[in-house]
Each structure stands twice: as structure tokens, then as C-alpha cells.
């Protein structure tokens, strides 16, 4: 079974920087993709940005385009989230997942496997 473990979640000032780390283990497909999401208080869950593993083809979601960056390291089986400019509405439970048969999107449910989350606060 796969498994995925977030870390680098943390407390910013706004205008400050993270890197999320996204560390997969477990049986992987060539063509899976791994996919950034974060869910703020007494909201929903919403997509961030997703990347696949073969190719490295990339997409962001409109509110974070040109603030964050998706990357892999196939060698390490590992995805990151480069997080720079952030402002308070970016404070969210930032969770990677993984959506099996090469799909993948920025919807939920198009996930097979989740992390438990890393916590990120932006504040002054």
C-alpha cells in the first residue's frame, strides 16, 4: 500500500517562504500523479497544484499561480511545493495525495491515497 508523509509546514510572516515535502513509499505506477491540496477552516478541501511522476507535466490552481512551484525528485520518490509571497490566506492543512492510473487533477476525489497533513500559519 502506498503511503505518503508530509513535512515543512511551519509558522511564515506574510510575504515569507516554505517548502512542503511530499515523501512517498510502497508500490508506485510509472505514470502516478502526485497532487498538493490544503483545507482552511470550515472550508473545503481544495486543490493546490498537481505534477506527474513520469513526464513531470505540471498544473496550479489560479489563486496560487506564479507564488508556487511543484517539483519531483524521482530518485528520492518525493514531491515539493515551493511556497513563496505567502499571505494569510494561504494559513491551511496543506495535504499531497496520490491518484492512481495516470489521471489526476485538482478535485478530490480523483485521489486514491492522502498524507495526515502539515500545518501552515501565516501571521503577523
Known amino acids: 500500500q502506498l503511503q505518503l508523509v508530509e513535512s515543512g509546514g511551519g509558522l511564515v510572516q506574510p510575504g515569507g517562504s516554505l517548502r512542503l515535502s511530499c515523501a512517498a513509499s510502497g508500490f508506485t505506477l510509472d505514470y502516478y500523479v502526485i497532487g498538493w491540496f490544503r483545507q482552511a477552516p470550515g472550508k473545503e478541501r481544495e486543490g493546490v497544484s498537481y505534477?506527474?511522476?513520469?513526464?513531470?507535466?505540471?498544473n496550479y490552481a489560479d489563486y496560487v499561480k506564479g507564488r508556487l512551484t511543484i517539483s519531483r525528485d524521482n530518485a528520492k520518490n518525493t514531491v515539493y511545493l515551493q511556497m513563496n509571497s505567502l499571505n494569510l490566506e494561504d494559513t491551511a492543512v496543506y495535504y499531497c495525495?496520490?491518484?492512481?492510473?495516470?489521471?489526476?487533477?485538482?478535485?478530490?476525489?480523483?485521489?486514491?491515497?492522502w498524507g495526515q497533513g502539515t500545518q501552515v500559519t501565516v501571521s503577523s
Open positions: 495525495a496520490e491518484a492512481d492510473g495516470g489521471g489526476g487533477g485538482l478535485m478530490p476525489y480523483d485521489y486514491d491515497y
Open positions: 505534477i506527474r511522476l513520469s513526464g513531470g507535466g505540471t
